[in-house]
């Protein structure tokens, strides 16, 4: 089928077939690779991408269903010049990462959470980030980093 996804702003036509993932298509016909695979049945949170603004499980949804919508892949969060998102500096300075593979999952959902919940307590973070599976860091981390960019976007840090 022919679809166009707008990918990070960019719209992308595309030749699918039905039974393609979003995720496989991001990986494998984008080359966006940042979108990772770990559970691929919806359980571990790494293939999270917003699919209009909103956190999606990339591994459970059909190319075919985002035809139209906008996608934002962790390759879209920095800015145009390169800079670093604020969610991307954090999870570097606060250890909010060790191997990185929940990372991209980790950093989509944050930036949801922040955009609904500008100054969220650490309960809060705790909730919205429960459903991504980190293996290393024992979330401490991620809730540090979190907590940090959300002080970094509202101007306070
Ligand atoms: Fe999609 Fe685990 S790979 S939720
Ligand atoms: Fe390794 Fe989270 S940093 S799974």
Redesign the pocket.
Known sequence: MEITITINGEPTPLSVEPRHTL?DTLRENCGLTGT?????????????VLVDGEPV????MFAVQADGAAVTTVEGLAGADGALHPLQEAFGAHHGLQCGFCTP?MLLTAAHLLEQEPDPDRATIREGMSGNICRCTGYQGIVDAVEAAAAVLRGSA
């Open positions: 995720a990772h695979l770990g559970c691929e049945h919806g359980v571990c949170g790494a293939c999270t499980r990339a591994c459970l999952g």
